[in-house]
């Protein structure tokens, strides 16, 4: 049974055609990657998954119910949680608050105007739970936006755990970061992978990281799916290295 399925899935901005025909299947605790070119469709295809505009033609399904035509808030309590290009966070709270705000979200509490001690205690348990998975135990009262740029991308993600996610959805999770910062990313990926058992799609340009940690690679260019298959297979496929890596075919 596949977690997430898109079948014939295209996306038009006016005239310009920005998925054609995209198809794809996603099993349960996979950790995929989605690479190509600037401007092949990565984001327009996480935009479209995670309902921030819909399909043009085809249709997206998640755990066999076709969430198509579902909105973003549908589809996030479905299990569909995502992170950005641009670090999306609350620069000027702390560590525990940020999570804390996606812990009520997600137990639908934010909107109460009272809780209970023992709901509040529940609520605090689940944040501590997330920061420890994420290696954030020690920073709880740092405001993030303080904090240095990789660690602001994991209080991201970790904002985005406190949500519950089925699918786990990464974009460009290592941008703009120093190799150190990189290396610790890629082991919380990494490790929510293999001790949380999530399900991980996730954007990225550093092949390195792509081809280390990716167990199956879907390559884009203009919108179109190449290629798609294990590392090994990705880094002999003629298409792709001509497409994405520069080499001539």
Request: charge should be negative; hydrophobic fraction near 45%; proline fraction near 4%.
């Amino acid at each position: 049974m596949s977690l997430l399925r898109l079948s014939g899935v295209s996306r038009q901005f006016g005239k310009l055609q920005a998925l054609r025909d995209v198809s794809l299947t996603m099993p349960q605790g996979e950790l995929r990657a989605v690479i190509g070119p600037n401007g092949a469709g990565k984001t327009t295809l996480f935009n479209l998954i995670t309902g921030f505009f819909p399909a043009s033609q085809g249709a997206v399904w998640f755990d066999e119910h076709d969430i198509t035509r579902e909105p973003v808030a549908k589809r996030v309590r479905a299990g569909i949680v995502r992170t950005f290009q641009i670090t999306e966070i609350f620069p000027d709270l702390s560590v525990f608050e940020n999570i804390r705000i996606g812990v009520e979200a997600a137990e639908r509490v934010n909107a109460r105007p009272w809780i209970s001690r023992m709901v509040r205690l529940a609520l605090d348990h689940r944040v501590e739970e997330v920061m420890k998975i994420t290696g954030l135990s020690d920073k709880g009262e740092r405001v993030v936006g303080e904090l240095p740029h990789g660690l602001q991308r994991v209080v991201e993600v970790a904002l985005a755990l406190s949500m519950r996610p089925r699918l786990l959805m990464l974009d460009e999770p290592t941008a703009g970061m120093a190799e150190q910062e990189t290396e610790l990313m890629v082991d919380l990926v990494r490790r929510l992978h293999a001790e949380q058992g999530l399900s991980i799609l996730f954007i990225e340009h550093d092949m390195d990281v792509v081809f280390g940690i990716a167990q199956t690679i879907t390559v884009l260019d203009q919108g179109q799916v190449i290629a798609e298959g294990s590392p090994q297979q990705i880094a002999a496929n003629a298409a792709v290295q001509a497409a994405y890596l520069g080499v001539d075919e």
